[in-house]
């Protein structure tokens, strides 16, 4: 049949390699983000997970601040806020807060493999945002890749028959970023990659900034250099530089390819953990990572996949 037949039309046409995509983008963002785990889970040793939660959002606030003035950018529309609060809530708060305290129970490897669902979550909530009605096989892998993450938590809660409540705030942590993700990935097209983080910033700054007090207010920060060192790079890198990267490549898209690129965080996390933290690659984290990864690739990648037309007659 030849190429031009329109017995064989696509619906959404692959992405021509000519085409610009975001994918170069996604993957400098993903790198930044790779150490976000491991980083936390040393700055926790020393310092709060609601310190390390709240403040890393205020001192990126700060630069984000900076960076809207000097450059004059102009305020968003009104429409555009309650987006914005969107993304506030769930890359500015929920992630950074939830991830803080489940990672002062757990391990960083095990961290990872839990946050693995995020690229299948990401997609699902640009599914969700944009009404697209992808296959019932998008559905499936969905939910084996949910459940690999779930078996994963209970044989690494030593099978007691229910998940430990750090396991908890890590789904709660995926469905909050998937959400912040999707939505300021849209957003970034309107606003601009690296204005959507930052006017994301600072509008949750008044309340990141009280519950940083209040923190520091309960337990005074103190820290080895080692912790504060890791707490610098939470807030300059993975608060605010890292999503400069990410949502740009997510801006040009498109956002279930780009989300895609996430596949290679948890890994790049579990490689980074064994080798700053010298946590072991035992079966349970490597077969666990694995079953996670597959799953959420084949959810994106089914998602991916041109409808074609049946041929008419």
């Not at 809207?68 to 506030?88: E, G, H, I």
């Not at 912040?180 to 910033?201: F, K, M, N, P, V």
């Not at 600072?202 to 007090?213: C, E, I, N």
């Amino acid at each position: 049949m030849k190429e031009h037949s329109s017995a064989t039309a696509l619906l959404s046409p692959p992405i021509s390699p000519r085409k610009p995509t975001g994918l170069w983008w996604g993957l400098l963002g993903v790198a930044a983000f790779s150490f976000t785990v491991p980083f936390t889970r040393i700055a926790v040793q020393g310092l709060s997970p609601l310190f390390i939660g709240s403040g890393r959002a205020v001192v990126a606030a700060v630069l984000a601040a900076a960076a809207l003035a000097v450059t004059r950018q102009r305020l968003p529309r009104p429409r555009t806020w309650a987006k914005l609060v969107l993304v506030a809530g769930g890359v500015v708060a929920g992630f950074p807060l939830l991830t803080s305290y489940a990672l002062t129970a757990v391990p960083a490897g095990h961290g990872a493999v839990v946050i693995a669902l995020l690229p299948a979550a990401t997609a699902t909530a640009a599914v969700l945002r944009t009404r697209e009605r992808p296959p019932a096989a998008f559905w499936a892998v969905m939910v084996l890749g949910s459940l690999a993450a779930i078996v994963f938590a209970f044989l690494q809660s030593g099978g007691t028959g229910h998940l430990h409540w750090a396991d908890l705030l890590l789904l709660g942590a995926v469905a909050c970023a998937a959400a912040g993700y999707a939505e300021g990935g849209l957003l970034a097209r309107e606003l601009g990659s690296w204005q959507t983080i930052a006017w994301a910033l600072v509008l949750a700054a008044p309340a990141m900034l009280l519950l940083m007090l209040a923190a520091m207010a309960s337990q005074p920060p103190s820290a080895t250099p080692v912790q504060w060192g890791a707490f610098a790079y939470l807030a300059v890198v993975s608060m605010f530089l890292g999503f400069f990267a990410w949502y740009r490549g997510l801006a040009i898209g498109p956002i279930p390819q780009v989300s895609q690129i996430q596949l290679v965080q948890p890994v790049l996390s579990i490689g980074w953990a064994a080798l700053l933290l010298a946590e072991p690659l035992t079966w349970t984290t490597v077969l666990g990572a694995l079953a996670v990864i597959l799953c959420a690739a084949a959810a994106v990648n089914v998602r991916l996949k041109p409808v074609r037309l049946k041929p008419s007659r």
